[in-house]
T-cell receptor, first 117, second 114 residues
Framework: GAVVSQHPSRVICKSGTSVKIECRSLDFQATTMFWYRQFPKQSLMLMATSNEGSKATYEQGVEKDKFLINHASLTLSTLTVTSAHPEDSSFYIC?????????????FGQGTRLTVV | DAKTTQPPSMDCAEGRAANLPCNHSTISGNEYVYWYRQIHSQGPQYIIHGLKNNETNEMASLIITEDRKSSTLILPHATLRDTAVYYCIVRVANSGGSNYKLTFGKGTLLTVNP
């Protein structure tokens, strides 16, 4: 299957600072990327959908000014958590899809563990 | 996307088959059944998907009932490394944009015991 890489895998930051998480599709062009968040012992919750070259679509309840998403190329999407607070500590996961097959699976990154202290 | 219902947890002995059920009684005719799994602290991993015919790949088999209201994921010879949360998801199989969106339920925690 296709490979999606996230960086960093773990990050610890101070409250009030911003953190950028990268999601790269290594061997395919991702027309659409998704960002999920997962709190301990809970399922993945979709935060936003980003299409290359256009603005991201955020799920209800997700602050677009706090979670900035940029999908500038077909292989890279970034999620920036601005002015992070301890309640933003979570496991952030991206996934990527491409349009070549009508019902292809989505490929997931390995996730980023964010801890805000 | 249609909702799915899965048991919260299951146990299986190493080397035996693991059969994970999923109910999706409100599935539409154009929705596929997808299975993913998530090993602790990792991103989800695709396992298999199908529409109405049974499917098999190197990881698992997917059995879908004739009325498509339920399905079973079968891991033929479970190993300790198969311990994970297994998610059954149904979604429309159109191409492009938000139709690739996956809505995760709570899944089934499969524990493979030695």
């Amino acid at each position: 299957g296709a490979v999606v890489s996230q960086h960093p895998s773990r990050v610890i930051c101070k409250s009030g600072t911003s953190v950028k998480i990268e999601c790269r599709s290594l061997d395919f062009q991702a027309t659409t990327m998704f960002w999920y968040r997962q709190f301990p012992k809970q399922s993945l919750m979709l935060m936003a959908t980003s299409n290359e070259g256009s603005k991201a679509t955020y799920e209800q309840g997700v602050e677009k000014d706090k979670f900035l998403i940029n999908h500038a190329s077909l292989t890279l999407s970034t999620l920036t958590v601005t002015s992070a607070h301890p309640e933003d500590s979570s496991f952030y996961i991206c996934s990527a899809s491409y349009r070549e097959r009508g019902n292809t699976e989505a490929f997931f990154g390995q996730g980023t563990r964010l801890t805000v202290v | 996307d249609a909702k799915t219902t899965q048991p919260p947890s299951m146990d299986c002995a190493e080397g035996r088959a693991a059969n994970l059920p999923c109910n999706h009684s409100t599935i539409s005719g154009n929705e596929y059944v997808y299975w993913y799994r998530q090993i602790h602290s990792q991103g989800p991993q695709y396992i298999i998907h199908g529409l109405k015919n049974n499917e098999t790949n190197e990881m698992a088999s997917l059995i879908i009932t004739e009325d498509r209201k339920s399905s079973t994921l079968i891991l033929p010879h479970a190993t300790l490394r198969d311990t994970a949360v297994y998610y059954c998801i149904v979604r429309v199989a159109n191409s492009g944009g938000s139709n690739y969106k996956l809505t995760f339920g709570k899944g089934t925690l499969l524990t493979v015991n030695p």
